[in-house]
Every structure is written in structure tokens, then in C-alpha cells.
């Protein structure tokens, strides 16, 4: 016996708290790359280790997602939330360090917000493509 699905929200419902999510994502997008990239360039110790290489790798699992996330693929914000998992235990364990405390507190709340609104944008995305197709 199959389940009865839900009848999916209306498209005015649904357009305000898509372009919100969208906004959101992208904003704690950049500013978590903001984040790391100001940290490592003006107040991490990286003993010696060359600054560009830290940033680079740090950044590299963003910058993969990035042109779907500029575009607004549902698809790339789905994998933003995977990936964004790594920037909230990376804030988690820095915000242990009493030296890196902000920085980690800081980096678990954007990572936390993108995550939530990647994932809210995905859903009311996917929604909102099946309620144009015609579905109710």
C-alpha cells in the first residue's frame, strides 16, 4: 500500500522563502570563505608553513561547489551541505583552543547556517521545479 504524498505548498508560498534560503546560503558561503581566508592571512601561526598552500587547501572543497552555488543548483547546495560538515568539526575542535575560540565559534555558525539554508533552499527548490511541472 503506497503512502498518499502531501500536497505540495503554493508558489507564492513558496518564492519568498526560496529567494531567502538563496540569499542566506550565499552569504554564509562567502563569508566562510572570508573566514578561513582572513584567518590563515592575518592571525594563524602556520609554523612555518607557506600561507597560500594552508588557504588553498582549506578552500578547495568550496571552490568545487561554488559555480553551482553561484548559479543556483539545487544540486551543488545539496553537496554544500555534505561538504560543509568539515568546516563545522574543524570550527568545533578550534573553538577548544582558548588562542582560537572566535575563530572556531565563528566558523561552526556560518558553516551551521549554510548548512540549514542549503538545505532549505534544496527542498523548497526541488518543490517549487515540481509544482511548475504541473504537480499538485
Known sequence: ??????????????????????????????ALAVLLTTWNLVFADLHGARTWVVIGIQLVPLLLVAPGMILGSPRAHAWTCFIVNIYFLQGVLAAIDPNRMLYGWLEALLSLVLFTSALLYTRWAYQYQRKLAGEH
Do not use: C, G, I
Open 1 to 30: 500500500m503506497a503512502k498518499a504524498r502531501k500536497p505540495l505548498p503554493s508558489l507564492d508560498w513558496l518564492a519568498p522563502r526560496l529567494k531567502f534560503a538563496r540569499v542566506a546560503s550565499l552569504a554564509s558561503f562567502v
